[in-house]
């Protein structure tokens, strides 16, 4: 079944026959990450994490309502929008609303 006959399986070692990492003739202790027995988990309060999640929600959406601004925008002067808008900061879709706004129809 092997490639060459001098292969062979041996068998898996067990738990207590793993060699020992670390200094010699010391046990090794269990690793405090400092959360305790509760078992916290890192990255802040439950409420932390909720109120980043709906923060991060709400820009989505205003976000998106620029967008759909812009295009109005677009279509009302006759343009096809950029093809990197849709990457654009809620700050720079703000500047790009401010200028189109200030353009005049074709």
Not at 21 to 37: F, H, L, V
Not at 43 to 50: A, I, L, P
Not at 51 to 75: H, N, S
């Amino acid at each position: 079944m092997f490639c060459c006959s001098k292969a062979r399986v041996e068998e898996p070692l067990r738990r207590e026959e793993v060699p020992h990492r670390g200094k010699p003739g010391k046990p090794q202790k269990a690793q405090d990450w400092g959360t305790g027995a509760s078992g916290q988990r890192l990255g802040g309060q439950e409420g932390d994490r909720r109120r980043l999640a709906l923060e991060a929600i709400e820009r989505r959406e205003v976000k998106g309502i620029f967008k759909g601004r812009i295009t109005e925008q677009y279509r009302r002067i006759g343009e096809d929008m950029p093809m990197g808008l849709k990457l654009a900061s809620l700050e720079q879709l703000k500047k790009h609303l401010a200028l189109l706004r200030d353009r005049k129809p074709q």
